[in-house]
């Protein structure tokens, strides 16, 4: 079965680093895009950062450009969201998702439970 398992998260001090992962297993984790996507209590989910199945390409929403890093490990069949200069509003469920077909991952594709990642001031 196609699985992505979200760890990692946790509760920060507002200024402090997390390191989230995403473990995929059940299919060829290097044939996918992998996304990050978060959702705070009564908001949408939206878009983190994104990266190509080789690593070459990124993509950060701009609210977390210069503070987070998406990379990814083909060969453990994991990605990873670098989360340095945490801030408050950055607290939310983080879900990682896989997509065959597309750069950044949409409801059709491959997702995660999520992982809690609380910032305080």
């Known amino acids: 079965q196609v699985q992505l398992v979200e760890s990692g998260g946790g509760l920060v001090q507002a200024g402090g680093s997390l390191r989230l992962s995403c473990a995929a297993s059940g299919l060829t984790f290097s044939r996918y895009a992998m996304g990050w996507f978060r959702q705070a209590p009564g908001e949408e989910r939206r878009l983190v950062a994104a990266?190509?199945?080789?690593?070459?390409?990124?993509r950060y929403a701009d609210s977390v450009k210069g503070r987070f890093t998406i990379s990814r490990d083909n060969a453990k069949n994991t990605g990873y969201l670098q989360m340095n200069s945490l801030k408050p509003d950055d607290t939310a469920v983080y879900f990682c998702?896989?997509?065959?077909?597309?750069?950044?991952?949409?409801?059709?594709?491959?997702w995660g439970q999520g992982t809690q990642v609380t910032v305080s001031s």
């Open positions: 998702a896989a997509s065959d077909s597309r750069m950044v991952p949409t409801e059709n594709d491959y």
């Open positions: 990266i190509t199945t080789t690593g070459t390409t990124t």
